[in-house]
């Protein structure tokens, strides 16, 4: 099939992005001498490049396209609304029928007393918010000291510069620093970093070093707690069962505030409405984005409980806001996005249907030479590559260069499946159907296969020494 509609060859446009376009986490010479590839469109869990290339999406865009590309009502409400009320601000006092309703549905489907919606432009900007609300929080409450925010290393939560300050990545920090009253403790990664421990084990000492890191800094100087309910940009990063009941047991006991960065893991992506549902969090406030708008409008934002936004209201004006806070167009977007997840019953076929259909071939991936534990909760999953996988052996060569030349492999033959140093991940479209997830397993044992036969062939089926 060849879907090339109208524009210039694909070596034209390449050679204009390369000269004009900066592109986010990108090696811009290798733009310049490789190309990007260039996509076109997109219907369902496929996409289309500028050759013509049928590509089967694993990553539902950046773990966004919830419920897949091409839906026309998401395209008829944008254009109905901008004819509408194109824009209109949320500050000083006001309002509009978009965002109003979006709120009340956000408040309808969130848990527990998280009734308050507090719009940003992406994720990024909710967790900026969040590092604000929380600080001023506590501020209301005679408590100004209280300003110290504890995240985890190897989480992502966004890369504006609170965003990136929260999330614990080197490379980023090493890029322009980090804002002050951040501090790290280390991840839940078992298979990586559990030496001898059972994974219950390992999961109560990584959660035990937030007690430690509290008392460290003394409890009368710690806001907040910061987490994905699953790493994802990390590597698809699934705690032990034992890790999140034992921080909140933390958090309850020296009440400090909890927020679950929901931006992946939230609108099905785990098979409940939210990641805290999966994992029986509690939290004060979620960050969501992504699946909200299915990607369809850049919106994101910060679900806040009963007790915090009161604080904060109490305080009076609260001096934070974004221009795009609840836009119009955005909000009425992502409305129509949740309506149809709702109405198509996409949470319950991500459970029943898509989950355990692709649950049992996942696993079976392990049988591969190359990999060792295969994860997945809900449509979230991953892959470690090892040389040696009774031992959990990282490769001799530097993290990341047998994953990337897996991905190569990936794309070469029309899959999508993004690397994170040495671990494959997937996260579809949640409307991906059971033949759909035999064409995803198929390209991915083709992959995996010639990534393997290159490997051995360039010597480097090689375990790290310890
Ligand atoms: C993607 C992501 C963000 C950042 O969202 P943007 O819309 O890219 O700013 C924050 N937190 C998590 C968990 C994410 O996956």
């Not at 009425?332 to 709702?342: F, K, S, T």
Request: aromatic letters at 8%; glycine letters at 12%; proline letters at 4%.
């Amino acid at each position: 099939m060849n879907m090339i509609t109208n524009h210039l060859p694909t070596a034209e446009l390449q050679a204009l992005d390369a000269a004009h376009h900066m592109h986010p986490f990108t090696d811009a010479n290798g733009l310049a001498t490789k190309g990007a590839r260039i996509i076109t469109r997109g219907k369902g869990v496929w996409l289309t490049d500028s050759e013509g290339n049928q590509i089967i999406d694993g990553m539902a865009g950046l773990w966004c396209v919830n419920i897949g590309y091409g839906r026309k009502s998401l395209a008829e409400v944008a254009a109905r609304q901008m004819e509408e009320l194109a824009y209109y601000n949320t500050f000083f006092q006001t309002t509009h029928v978009p965002a109003i309703a979006l709120a009340a549905k956000i408040a309808e489907l969130a848990p527990g007393d998280l009734n308050h919606v507090f719009f940003a432009g992406s994720g990024s900007e909710a967790n900026d918010t969040n590092i604000r609300l929380v600080r001023r929080y506590w501020q209301v409450k005679g408590q100004p000291d209280k300003r110290v925010i504890i995240a985890r290393k190897n989480g992502y939560h966004g890369s504006t510069m609170g965003g990136g300050s929260l999330g614990g990545m080197s490379p980023i920090h090493a890029h322009g620093g980090m804002i002050d009253g951040i501090v790290h403790v280390d991840q839940p990664y078992w298979w990586g970093e559990g030496a001898d421990m059972t994974e219950d084990a390992f999961g109560l000492e990584r959660a035990k070093q937030l007690e430690d890191k509290i008392l460290e800094l003394g409890v009368e100087n710690v806001a907040a707690f910061i987490g994905e309910p699953i790493q994802g940009a990390g590597g698809v990063i699934v705690p032990p069962a034992t890790y999140w009941p034992e921080i909140q047991r933390i958090c309850d006991k020296y009440g400090i505030l909890l927020i679950a960065d929901e931006v992946i893991t939230g609108f099905g992506r785990t098979g409940n409405w939210f990641g805290s549902e999966t994992f029986g969090i509690r939290p004060h406030i979620m960050t969501i984005a992504k699946g909200l708008s299915s990607g369809y409008q850049p919106i994101g934002g910060s679900i806040v409980c009963d007790d915090v936004a009161a604080v904060v209201a109490e305080g009076g004006e609260f001096f934070h806001g974004y221009t795009y806070s609840g836009h119009p167009v955005a909000a009425a977007v992502a409305l129509e996005n949740l309506r149809v997840i709702q109405e198509e019953g996409i949470i319950d076929h991500v459970r029943n249907v898509a989950h355990p259909y692709l649950k049992e071939r996942w696993d079976a991936l392990t049988d591969h030479p190359l990999v060792g534990e295969a994860k997945l909760v809900g449509l979230m999953g991953s892959i470690a590559l090892t040389p040696d996988k009774a031992k959990r052996a990282k490769f001799a060569s530097e993290s990341g260069t047998v994953g990337f030349k897996t991905r190569e492999r990936c794309f070469a033959n029309n899959l999508i499946m993004r690397h994170v140093g040495d671990r494959m991940i997937i996260s579809p479209p949640l409307v991906i159907t059971t033949a759909e997830i035999d064409v995803l397993i198929e390209r991915a044992k083709k992959s995996l296969d010639e990534s393997y036969a290159i490997l051995k062939a360039e010597g480097l089926m090689v375990a790290k020494a310890d």
